[in-house]
Each structure stands twice: as C-alpha cells, then as structure tokens.
C-alpha cells in the first residue's frame, strides 16, 4: 500500500468487502488523510465494512482531514473489522447523515489491536467508538483518549451490545451528559485497564456511568476522573457492577458520591480500595442512594468528606 494513498485504501477496502474477506497492510508510519466521505453525503470517511477486514501497520494513521463531518468507519451487522496498529483520529460524527460513533460506529464486530482511538467527536452516542445494540468489540492494549460525545465520550455501549477489554486505557474523554468515559448500557468488562482522567459536563459518571447491563472490571483501575454531579468515578444506575482488586482513586464529583455513587442495581467489591476520592456533597469514598453495595477486604479510606454516606451508609465501610 503506497504511503498514504487513500484511494488505493478506499480501493482494495472495496474489493475485500466484495471477496467477503481480505487482510491489507498499510505502509508503516505513514498517515491516510481522509477528505470526503466514501460516498457522496455519506457518514463514514472509509467505505462501510461488509466483510471481515483487518488493516494491519506500525505508527499508522488515518484520519479526517475536511471541513465536512464523517466518521472515520462504520462496521455493518454481518462485517467485521481489525485494526492492529492503527490511529483513528479526527472523525466527527456531527452532522445530518451521522450523530453516533465519531470515530468508529459497530453493527457488527470490532477487535483493536495496539490501536488509539483519539480526537473524534460524536454529537449523540460515543465520541471515539460506538458499540450498537448487538454488537461486539474486543479491544486489546488499546488507548481510547481525547474524544467526545453527549454521552459515552470515549465509549458508549448500547443495549445487548457486548465490550471486552484487556490492557489499554479509557483516559481524557468529555462527555456532556453521562459517562465521561465509558457508557454501559450493554455487557462489558475491563481487565487491567485503565480509565482515567475523563470527565462529564452536566451529569453523572465521570469516568464510567452503568446501566442495565452487567459491567466487571477486573485488575483495573479508575482514577481522577470528575462529574458535574454524581459518581465522579462510576455512576450505578441499574447494572450489576463488579470490582475485583480495582483501585478508585482520586476520582471528583459536583454533589454526591465522589468515587462511586450507588443508585440501582448491585456493586460488589473485592479487593481493591477505594480511596483519595473527593465529593461537593456527600459519600466522598461511596453514597448509596438505592440498589446494594457489598464490600469484600475493600477498604474505603481518606475520603473527603467522608468515606460513605447517607448514613446508615455502606456496611463495612467507616463514615
């Protein structure tokens, strides 16, 4: 693949959607600007993925490079796509023919290999990746950082839809309403990543807001994350919710529940500590307002202004 011919990608893109299957290399280092869309008025930068693709490099980018908004791809439900050292920057699912998915929009599956996606914007549903109801996407020593949405900055997880996530991190994502950096509304779970340092503007969930679906990070951590309002780490509002050796700390939130704030559904913790974490109202460690949170050797310290609250608070946790 000549460095940084995006008619050759959009070409052999196109012929390995019509074989059904096909791997592509692209030149290492090199960066494929994007400066319209596949089709005329369409949504995506790259043709939309109806086969299995991998695009495969070492330092490569693609990005948009136009004043007209597109996302950078869109899998299909019968596609599937792999991305292993791959940048997606720059998509802006912003404008009339898209509002979901600013960088990656899936129907389909979705594996990321050692890949960032950074800078994309969304003005509904996942600024860097939306996974549609359904859909699957495995993200593996990936860095998902710098996007923004309403809701979902970095990732939002639709309804059915399923997240796995090993190494990597979720970091510097902005959303407007919930889940500065992850929305689970689906099936997800982290292992040994990272989310950190995203934030929300109006609402809950600074770093991860959970809904619905069951959510399990396993060796993660959550750290100095911030929300407007509630759950400056992780905001409950119906999941069943698992910490196993997870770290929240140094999380902030504008009213309650500055590491975590339980309103439904069940959070369980194990191992781990929740500490460090600051709230402008109550439950600077943990506020449970509804639902149950049970902790099992997870101590819950130096929390300002208290470490659980409303009273009677959480069991086994010092106000």
């Known amino acids: 693949m000549p460095c940084g011919d995006v008619a050759e990608l959009i070409e052999q893109v196109n012929e390995a959607n019509a074989r059904g299957r096909g791997s592509i290399l692209l030149s290492s280092g090199c960066t494929y600007a994007l400066t319209a869309p596949a089709l005329p008025d369409g949504a ?16 490569v980018t693609i990005t948009r490079q136009s004043p007209t908004p597109f996302r950078i791809a869109e899998v299909a439900p019968q596609g599937e796509l792999t991305l292993n050292g791959i940048t997606v920057s720059g998509g802006s699912a912003t404008g009339n023919s898209a509002t979901v998915g600013g960088g990656i929009l899936t129907e389909g599956r979705l594996a990321l290999v050692a890949s960032r996606i950074t800078g994309n914007t969304a003005s509904v549903l996942g600024g860097g990746i ?23 900055g970095g990732v939002h997880v639709g309804g059915s839809a399923q997240l796995d996530m090993t190494g990597g991190s979720i970091q510097s994502n902005k959303a407007t309403f919930l889940g500065g950096g992850l929305a689970n509304f689906g099936t997800t779970v982290l292992n040994g990543a990272a989310v950190g340092g ?10 991860i807001f959970t809904a619905l679906g069951p959510l ?34 140094g999380n902030e939130s504008g009213l309650d529940g500055g590491g975590l704030y339980q ?55 010092a106000a």
């Open 44 to 59: 995506n930068g790259l043709p939309t993925i109806t086969g299995n693709v991998a695009l495969t490099g070492s330092r």
């Open 130 to 152: 939306a996974v549609a109801s359904g859909a699957e996407a495995r993200l593996d020593g990936t860095t998902v950082s710098g996007n923004g949405a309403g809701d979902g």
């Open 198 to 207: 995203n934030r929300t503007e109006n609402f809950e969930g600074g770093g």
């Open 216 to 249: 399990s990070l396993n060796g993660a951590s959550v750290m100095g994350n911030e929300s407007a309002s509630y759950g400056g780490g992780i905001a409950n509002a119906g999941s069943t919710l698992r910490l196993l050796r997870t770290l929240v700390d």
């Open 263 to 317: 309103q439904a559904g069940t959070s369980h913790l194990v191992g781990g500590r929740v500490s460090r974490n600051v709230a402008g109202g109550q439950g600077g460690g943990i506020f449970r307002v509804g639902g149950t949170v049970v902790l099992t050797g997870t101590p819950v310290v130096n929390n300002t202004p208290d470490n659980c609250g409303p009273p009677p608070g959480v069991p086994g946790c």
